[in-house]
């Protein structure tokens, strides 16, 4: 039984938070929060690729360092902690793992090494509306090579270099990779709850479209890579739901009224204790994820759904019970607890909301049991 | 991250599983039995488990165990939890009161019963709560009174689990009621069997009675039974409380799986009742808790692998199983419409298992700490948040004030 970060994986870890505590403060997530030109942390972004994060799980053949699934995991909950403003999950958790499930030879040969460089970024756009897309509404569409619709909205899709686009092709579903600086594709940079993280209307009139993986299987694609996705974006909302315990706690310890510290009150230690189970059993379902993900378990389906559920439920309880328990400071714009508030309902959407998860999980369960 | 053994857990485990497939006793239908026919079996298969050493397995050989490490313990009771052998009676006595009687005891008593309780000979209880004092247990008014050699005790015990079939007891009174609460106590073993001490069983809300009321008239006791210091029972009682999280184990009762089996049953308003979204989404949160409580074990047995302490992780289980029992329970009910409020086995879904384990819920959210204590718990061990203002702390025992 090793059922935790190994030795090496903690260091991996510890490195990457000292990284971050010195390049991924609050002052660089607001400087994107408060600048409306300003899509992400450049700076941080090539810091990132220097410290060899974007290829950590890519193979060294295409110029990864070729580490685990759960090391990434562990960068990944370093990264959410941080609350980091960079397109770190459209391009590693979505693009990257999009193309080492489904891309060609040829595809991983020409991307992959970019991805790992730090010289592109990724976007996976699959929404075309409120609601869920699926294949009765599904309208972008692919003929001859070249894709016409609109996807909207697409994390990072304003500043994304290339994209995996959901599309019909001939009647059937497929995901196609689309370079967005060619022709044929408009964008438009969208306000949203988080600003720390870029979301774009892309509008493509006839963009050259490759076709990422068979025909037909687009949706089921989709959804193979949004399990992925779905097991590092855990970390993510664990790393932020532990930091916002950790706000809660260092506020609460120094906050004082009716003559003693607010910390010892148990309305409060009580709120702080549930933040606690709702984390621990986040963790534990997100470290079976990283787990699944690692091997390739037949169990990867519902062992995402349970960790994007947990995660989500956790990072959700704990960001609004930090402002909660700051006060009417946690509702200033100068504490920054609405940077994690924001970022819980950015993460909890970005690879479809919880209760489209849970209906995931229970027809795992079905599946299960039929079996 | 991996679920496997070691090579030497892997061993371990099949000399475990060889040994319970040739001596586990083959499963009986204990429903329509006693009480005391069923600790009949149960006695017999501790006896059989002592034997072979696959019980208080982390106790040195010299005290009936096997110098095992904890690990070994939790793949035995894995391996174990697989067969439907008789559970239960011991657990509370050689998981708190027998290594309590070990840290404190002389030479002497140790001897006489040490072995035997290991045997399943004798059978010990824990009496610690009172009417006036339950998560303030250092709150009891037990009197011990000294008289020469003896102290002469009188004074009621509540929630004392299994009282009415155990041999010995733990003891906790209060000696000086002149000094803080915390300060006057003191520790003893006594003989339930004793003239003084009368059991009697607790008519509970669910129906049934597995625990007792103890009431002691003039018990008498020789100093010899005192278990540490006059005026250290508290210190004495935290040893004892400290090895209850490890003694109390997981809950029982129907889960995820069993409810999505009556829903696939189930026909409701809209057809049937798998199909239902609200129900659906329920399940999920459901089963994500009870994965959660699983795999926060496999971290635990992680750290215990490695040969370290547990981590704080262990403490969250209780707060959410009988939570979500209670939960499930009730959503399990409701499902089943106006047929849900039957009780009787013969006619309700699964022998009326969500109707029982309604009723056994809200008790299971209460014993062996609250919901409430175990929150502070969390917030005031792990989360390190400041105790709570004590008005009780410099005070005489006498002069504190009580209610009913």
Redesign the interface.
């Known amino acids: 039984?090793?059922?935790?970060?190994s030795d090496d994986q903690k260091f991996l870890k510890n490195e990457a938070r000292k990284f971050l505590d010195g390049n991924c403060t609050s002052a660089h997530v607001r400087k994107v929060l408060d600048n409306v030109e300003l899509s992400y942390d450049a700076d941080l972004w090539k810091g990132v690729g220097a410290q060899g994060w974007l290829g950590a799980a890519i193979p060294e053949e295409h110029g990864g360092l070729g580490l685990g699934r759960?090391e990434l995991c562990a960068i990944a909950e370093e990264l959410g902690r941080a609350c980091a403003p960079i397109p770190f999950a459209s391009t590693v958790y979505f693009l990257a793992e999009a193309l080492m499930l489904a891309g060609s030879d040829a595809q991983k040969a020409k991307w992959l090494p970019k991805i790992a460089a730090g010289e592109l970024i990724g976007a996976f756009a699959t929404s075309e509306g409120p609601g869920v897309v699926n294949a009765a509404n599904l309208q972008a569409n692919v003929v001859g090579g070249k894709l016409t619709g609109v996807k909207i909205p697409v994390t990072d899709g304003d500043i994304a270099d290339l994209a995996v686009v959901l599309a019909n092709e001939g009647g059937k579903p497929g995901l196609f990779l689309v370079e967005l600086a060619g022709a044929g594709v408009t964008r438009e940079t969208l306000k949203t709850l988080d600003p720390t993280r870029s979301v774009a209307k892309i509008s493509f009139s006839g963009a050259a479209a490759e076709r990422l993986g068979d025909a037909g299987e687009g949706f089921a694609l989709t959804e193979a890579v949004f399990d992925r996705a779905a097991v590092l974006l855990a970390f993510e909302q664990l790393g932020g739901s532990d930091r916002c315990?950790e706000m809660a706690?260092d506020y609460?310890?120094d906050r004082y009224a009716f003559g003693?510290?607010i910390?010892?009150y148990?309305a409060?230690?009580?709120k702080?204790?549930?933040m606690?189970?709702k984390n621990?059993?986040?963790?534990?379902?997100a470290?079976?994820g990283?787990?699944a993900l690692?091997?390739g378990a037949a169990e990867l389906p519902i062992a995402a759904?349970?960790a994007r559920?947990?995660s989500s439920?956790a990072f959700w309880f704990a960001s609004k019970e930090n402002v909660q328990t700051h006060g009417g400071m946690g509702f200033t714009w100068a504490v920054d607890c609405h940077l994690y508030y924001r970022r819980s309902r950015q993460l909890a959407l970005v690879a479809g909301a919880p209760?489209v998860?849970?209906?995931r999980?229970?027809q795992q369960?079905?599946r299960r049991?039929a079996a | 991250?991996?679920?496997?053994?070691s090579p030497e857990?892997a061993a371990f485990r099949i000399e475990v599983r060889t040994w319970l497939e040739a001596n586990a006793p083959k499963k009986v239908d204990t429903k329509k039995m006693s009480e005391p026919e069923i600790l009949k079996l149960a006695k017999a298969w501790q006896a059989t488990k002592a034997a072979a050493r696959f019980t208080c397995m982390t106790w040195p050989e010299a005290l009936g165990g096997r110098g095992a490490t904890p690990?070994q313990n939790v793949i035995y009771n894995q391996e174990e939890s697989k067969f439907d052998v008789p559970r239960g009676f011991f657990d509370i006595g050689l998981g708190m009161c027998v290594p309590t009687v070990m840290a404190f005891a002389n030479d002497e008593t140790k001897q006489r019963f040490v072995a035997p309780a290991v045997r399943g000979e004798e059978i010990w209880c824990q009496l610690f709560s009172e009417p006036s004092a339950g998560s303030d247990v250092a709150g009891l008014r037990t009197r011990a009174v000294k008289d020469g050699d003896d102290w002469v005790i009188n004074g009621q015990k509540v929630w004392t689990s299994g009282a009415h079939y155990c041999d010995f007891g733990i003891l906790l009174v209060r000696t000086n009621p002149d000094v803080p609460k915390h300060k006057g106590l003191t520790m003893f073993w006594i003989d339930m069997k004793a003239p003084g001490v009368e059991v009697r069983p607790i008519h509970q809300m669910s129906g049934g009675s597995n625990f007792n009321e103890v009431y002691f008239t003039d018990l008498r006791i020789n100093d010899s039974q005192r278990l540490g210091a006059v005026g250290d029972g508290w210190k004495v009682a935290l040893v004892t409380l400290m090895n209850e999280r490890l003694a109390v184990g997981g809950s029982t009762g129907p889960n995820?799986a069993e409810i999505?089996a009556l829903a696939r049953s189930t026909v409701t308003e809209d057809g049937n009742a798998?199909a239902n979204?609200a129900f659906?989404?329920k399940?999920?949160?459901w089963?994500?808790?009870a994965?959660?409580?699983k795999?926060?074990r496999?971290?635990t047995?992680?750290?215990l692998?490695r040969g370290q302490t547990p981590g704080p992780?262990s403490s969250?289980g209780k707060?959410?199983s009988a939570n979500q029992l209670q939960d499930l329970s009730n959503s399990a009910i409701e499902l089943e419409d106006q047929f849900g409020i039957i009780t009787d086995t013969a006619i309700a879904p699964m022998e009326a298992a969500f109707q029982q384990s309604l009723m056994w819920a809200p008790g299971l959210r209460i014993a062996g700490g609250t919901d409430?204590i175990?929150?502070?718990i969390?917030?005031?061990r792990?989360?390190?948040?400041?105790?709570?203002?004590r008005v009780d702390k410099d005070v005489a025992f006498k002069d504190m004030p009580t209610g009913r």
């Open positions: 039984m090793n059922f935790d970060y759960v315990l706690k609460a310890m003693r510290t910390a010892g148990q409060i230690k009580h702080l204790a549930d606690y189970v621990e059993l986040a963790r534990s379902n470290y079976f990283a787990w690692n091997v759904a349970a559920v947990a439920e209760k998860w849970k209906e999980l229970v369960l079905e049991n | 991250m991996d679920f496997n053994d857990e690990i995820y999505m798998l979204d659906r989404e399940l999920a949160d089963y994500v808790q994965e959660g409580l795999l926060t496999f971290r047995m992680t750290a692998s992780e969250i707060i959410i409430e175990l929150k502070n969390i917030a005031e792990v989360l390190g948040l400041p105790g709570d203002v």
